[in-house]
T-cell receptor, first 113, second 114 residues
Framework: NAGVTQTPKFQVLKTGQSMTLQCAQD?????MYWYRQDPGMGLRLIYYSASEGTTDKGEVPNGYNVSRLNKREFSLRLESAAPSQTSVYFC????????????FGDGTRLSIL | AQSVTQPDIHITVSEGASLELRCNYS??????LFWYVQSPGQGLQLLLK??????LVQGIKGFEAEFKRSQSSFNLRKPSVHWSDAAEYFC????????????FGAGTRLAVHP
């Protein structure tokens, strides 16, 4: 039972390069999320997808784009990576209702030089 | 706007000692409340949640939390800490109604001395 799977686990980029982080869930959840985690700041929501076919900005969307490919998959793209985007990125999924807990992947550790 | 404050960045306790991690929230009504734990190199795992009803909620791994409306708090407790409890703990709030969006606190890192 995989839950939420993120790829890759680690990546080093040069400034200006592009990259797509992949996320897939096998729990048949409607909603999916992308967060970034920085020291002392907890998790901040980048984008979310309440249901298949919809995406919305979160707290820190600048420099990112997302695609909800189907119900299972939600990708995060950095078009032109910047050192400020060095972070740990987490994908999560949940049922649509706000009283349902979110389930997290193990994260992607991204360094931008 | 919703916000979550975890006043303690780092806490160190001895194995077998009791533990209380603090969480205060700002929200216009009673929110949904969650505690998550993150072990090194791992994602977040749900410890417990409060939606309504009994203000003392039990979670996994022997943890419990108490919702106190008058203090806008949702503190996490454990009577006897084990070395394996060393991790980072996050409190989160969610708004009732609408989409399932969470606001996380900055986290409390717990170290356990043998």
């Amino acid at each position: 039972n995989a839950g939420v799977t993120q790829t890759p686990k680690f990546q080093v980029l040069k400034t200006g390069q592009s990259m797509t982080l992949q996320c897939a869930q096998d729990m048949n959840h409607n909603s999916m999320y992308w967060y970034r985690q920085d020291p002392g700041m907890g998790l901040r929501l980048i984008y979310y997808s309440a249901s298949e076919g919809t995406t919305d900005k979160g707290e820190v969307p600048n420099g990112y784009n997302v695609s909800r490919l189907n119900k299972r998959e939600f990708s995060l793209r950095l078009e032109s990576a910047a050192p400020s985007q060095t972070s740990v990125y987490f994908c999560a999924s949940s049922e649509l209702r706000s009283n349902q807990p979110q389930h997290f992947g193990d994260g992607t550790r991204l360094s931008i030089l | 706007a919703q916000s979550v404050t975890q006043p303690d960045i780092h806490i160190t306790v001895s194995e077998g000692a009791s533990l209380e991690l603090r969480c205060n929230y700002s929200y216009g009504a009673t929110p949904y409340l969650f505690w998550y734990v993150q072990s090194p190199g791992q994602g977040l795992q749900l410890l417990l949640k409060y939606f309504s009803g009994d203000t003392l909620v039990q979670g996994i791994k022997g943890f419990e939390a108490e919702f106190k409306r008058s203090q806008s708090s949702f503190n996490l407790r454990k009577p006897s800490v084990h070395w394996s409890d060393a991790a980072e703990y996050f409190c989160a709030v969610g708004a009732r109604g609408g989409y399932n969006k969470l606001i996380f606190g900055a986290g409390t890192r717990l170290a356990v001395h043998p």
